[in-house]
């Protein structure tokens, strides 16, 4: 995809990315391929990496949502982040005469408040047209990568995240088990030589509890493995807060199989266990499993 190409699907938006007008462009994006799709969002991620370049930290820069009479805000972290999105929606003449002169930011009040949903409706044209879920950050907030050797070494952390979400809420006791569990092993020598030997920087890992079928994905992409794990989220059901630290032990012991297989890594080591993570007795298991039993004729019967 040449620049020409990408920039006039930006005209699309019609000057700002927000809920109304990007559908257009998620249609059109959807229309062309997945190959496409991705063109499209490497080159939205390198224009906004040459906005990050230009000196627009500190700005102050209204928003077409700020209260009438309110002083603009010089923006920063997140904020920046949408601005530079917005930038980018405004279009080709406003993107490159605000990069000659970062100053003329200010003689427009911007849109920012819904611009990242240009970085959706990639993602979602993504979906659309591949029937895969777009794998890690979106379009735009990729981690920048690192250069040099690809050995870790202890200056290189963390090389690992985890990221439990679901459409209900995760049980307390499993999801600090999770970042427990994932701190012990960013601190293992161990753990740092195994991943030493991927091609990879870094390992990025999603875990969703829905309702929906479960499923496994492991995709390298720009330097990363991004990998998306779909749990049902009855797993939760009936154990205490002992048995739910056991069980995210164990579910991160089985997903970083999997990911060593998909990329034909060595056997990962053990999976550091805390001690109040404690699997359920099998009477407790009998009792969870009758109870499971009793829910689902309950469910035939109503």
Same mark, same amino acid.
């Given at each position: 995809m040449t620049e020409e190409e990408f920039w006039s699907l930006i005209d699309l938006l019609g000057g700002a990315a927000n809920q109304r007008t990007t559908p257009a462009l998620t249609e059109t994006l959807a229309q062309q391929g997945k190959g496409r799709v991705e063109e499209f969002a490497d080159l939205l991620a390198e224009n906004l990496q040459r906005l990050k370049s230009e000196p627009l930290s500190g700005i102050s820069v209204r928003d077409v949502n700020d209260p009438s009479g309110a002083p603009p805000v010089p923006l920063f972290g997140d904020s920046l982040i949408h601005l530079h999105f917005a930038v980018v929606a405004a279009g080709s003449s406003h993107f490159q005469q605000i990069r000659k002169n970062p100053n003329q930011v200010t003689d427009f009040a911007w849109d920012f408040s819904e611009s990242d949903s240009l970085s959706e409706a990639v993602s979602t044209a993504y979906e659309i047209t591949s029937g895969q879920p777009w794998l890690g950050p979106l !379009?735009?907030?990729?981690? %920048?990568?690192?250069? =040099? #050797?690809?050995?870790?070494? /202890?200056? %290189?952390? !963390?090389?690992?995240?985890?990221? !439990?979400?679901?459409?209900n809420d995760i049980p307390t006791a499993y999801f600090e088990t999770v970042g427990i569990v994932v701190e012990m092993i960013h601190t293992d020598p161990q753990w740092r030589t195994w991943w030493s030997r991927a091609e990879q920087r870094e390992l990025s890992i999603e875990i969703e509890y829905t309702s929906q079928p479960e499923r496994n994905n492991v995709t390298l +992409?720009? =330097?990363?493995?991004? /990998?998306?794990?779909?749990?049902? &989220? #009855? +797993?939760? +059901? =009936?154990? &205490?807060? &002992?048995?739910?630290? /056991?069980? /995210?032990?164990? %579910?991160?012991?089985?997903?970083?199989?999997?990911v060593s297989k998909s990329l034909g890594l060595p056997t990962p080591p053990q999976v550091p266990r805390p001690a109040h993570a404690t699997p359920p007795t099998r009477k407790h298991e009998a009792a969870r499993a009758r109870l499971e039993e009793l829910r689902q004729r309950h469910r035939k019967h109503s």
């Open positions: !379009p735009g907030f990729c981690i %920048d990568e690192l250069e =040099g #050797s690809n050995a870790i070494t /202890a200056t %290189d952390f !963390p090389w690992l995240s985890l990221a !439990p979400h679901s459409e +992409r720009r =330097g990363q493995a991004w /990998a998306s794990f779909r749990r049902n &989220n #009855s +797993r939760f +059901r =009936g154990l &205490n807060k &002992n048995s739910l630290a /056991a069980l /995210a032990v164990t %579910d991160i012991e089985e997903i970083l199989t999997l």
